[in-house]
Structures are given as structure tokens and as C-alpha cells.
């Protein structure tokens, strides 16, 4: 009995691997594809990759290129701002379908969710008031430093214990605006943050602030989407790669930054 019911097992395995192999195969770009739009999550208040303007429009440079991305893939693109520290749940449980605002790839979030190539350099700074006396991270020492809950600010922080157990508070934000205008006003000496957001925002506020030659280490930005969308991927990843070629990518760079930082 046991046999016979091995053996009808296997001729229905057999049976779905042969004939219904459609059934079971990864179809992310086919569910992108039949809604018609892929929905984008995001911190909005993250300039320059994507933020609020003036009229409350959603803008940046992960705005341009998502929407560039998305035109070649044939389907629309929705923009939806969810709290950052949550992002990848988000992700996870279906509400978004991609993560694309200059989300660091690091290994703690390769364990639950898949990237897309990696498409900008990027590094940890070290941002004080222009006046300020602090020059490495050494001076952090007996000082409030500000970071933004839920970014890699904190785990390349984390990961120099002999640096973070010297300082006197890491106060977490929910987001980078909050704890630059805390930093303003004196209320933490220090932000940690992406070196491109913060010279971002040193631009719109010259003489305000200032950013460290040390930093917390180098890293490189990638498109979060759900572990296993290989198809998806694969034709975001297609998509980025036509844009690097054309010059496409390279004038959205160009816009945002005043040249091509875009990696090839």
C-alpha cells in the first residue's frame, strides 16, 4: 500500500513538472505587467532621490529613473510613501513592489529581500555646523549624533563599536530632514547620513554645514524588490542597462547632481 502510494506520488510530481511547469513558474513581471503599473515605496522627504517639491509633487533623481525604467518595461509607475523604517515589510508583504530611494545594499537586508544592480556609489558622512570644531570621529566623542531609523547610517555606525560607545546619545529620526534641523539648532552636534544627500543638502544651505573627510565606510545603492522576483529583476535590470548605454541615465544624473555619477 505504502508502495503503490510512493509510486502515485511520483507519477503526480512527474505529472507537474512535465505538463503544468507554467503552473509553478516565477511570474513577477507577468503580475507587474497585468496590473499595469509598478507601485514604488519611499521615504519622501529624502532629497535628492525623491521628495516633495513646492507643489507637493513627488521628485528626484530615483523619481526620474523609476519612471524611465518603468516606460520601458510597458507599464506605469505609482509612487508610494511609506515609513522608512518599515520599507522592507512593506516589500515583503505585497504593498510595494519595489524599494527605489537610495536604498544601501548590505547583507543583513540581502537575507530577506533581492537588489537589482547596484546603479550609485555612495558612503556614510559625517555632517556638523560649518563652525564647528568637530573634524574626525574621534571628536564624536561626548556628542548627540543624529541618524535616521531604519537606514544603513546605523548598522555602519553599529559597526565600529570602539567609535559609537564614546559618544554621549544616538538619537534616531524618522527621517534626515528632522535631524538636520536638529542639528541647526544645536541640538545634536552631529548627522550621520548618505554622503549624497548630504552634500544635497549643504548645496541648498551654503555656509550652514559642513561634511567630515572620515566617514563610516563606502557602499553602493540598489533597487529593493521581493526575494525570488527573478523575471522582474531581470527586466528592471535590463531596463537600467539600456538607460546606462543611451546616455538616458547619465542626463537624469547630470540634472540632479551636475554630472554622471552613475556607476557603469
Do not use: C, H
Request: charged share 25%; net charge negative.
Amino acid at each position: 500500500m505504502k508502495n503503490n502510494l510512493l509510486n502515485i506520488f511520483v507519477i503526480v510530481l512527474l505529472a507537474l513538472l512535465l505538463t503544468g511547469g507554467s503552473v509553478m513558474a516565477e511570474d513577477s513581471l507577468a503580475e507587474i505587467q497585468e496590473k499595469g503599473k509598478m507601485v514604488v515605496g519611499l521615504d519622501d522627504s529624502f532629497p535628492p532621490m525623491g521628495f516633495r517639491d513646492e507643489n507637493g509633487e513627488i521628485v528626484g533623481f530615483d523619481i526620474d529613473l523609476a519612471k524611465e525604467a518603468a516606460k520601458r518595461m510597458g507599464v506605469e509607475v505609482e509612487f508610494k510613501a511609506v515609513d522608512w523604517d518599515g520599507v522592507i515589510l512593506s516589500l515583503k508583504n505585497g504593498m510595494i513592489d519595489a524599494i527605489w530611494n537610495g536604498l544601501t545594499i548590505t547583507p543583513e537586508r540581502e537575507e530577506s529581500i533581492d537588489f537589482s544592480q547596484p546603479y550609485l556609489e555612495n558612503s556614510q558622512s559625517i555632517v556638523v555646523q560649518a563652525d564647528s570644531d568637530i573634524e574626525t570621529k574621534a571628536d564624536l566623542a561626548g556628542k548627540v549624533v543624529g541618524i535616521q531609523l531604519g537606514s544603513s547610517a546605523v548598522s555602519a555606525v553599529e559597526s565600529e563599536p570602539k567609535v559609537l560607545d564614546t559618544f554621549k546619545e544616538l538619537r534616531k529620526f524618522s527621517n534626515n530632514t528632522e535631524a538636520l534641523m536638529d542639528l541647526q539648532t544645536g541640538r545634536v552636534q552631529a548627522v550621520v547620513l548618505d554622503v549624497i544627500v548630504g552634500r544635497y543638502y549643504i548645496s541648498q544651505r551654503p555656509g550652514q554645514f559642513k561634511v567630515l573627510e572620515e566617514d563610516f565606510g563606502g557602499e553602493k545603492y540598489g533597487v529593493g524588490i521581493r526575494d525570488g522576483a527573478d523575471s522582474f529583476r531581470k527586466a528592471l535590470n535590463a531596463a537600467l542597462d539600456e538607460m546606462i548605454a543611451d546616455g538616458t541615465a547619465a542626463e537624469i544624473s547630470e540634472k540632479w547632481f551636475g554630472e554622471d555619477i552613475v556607476l557603469k
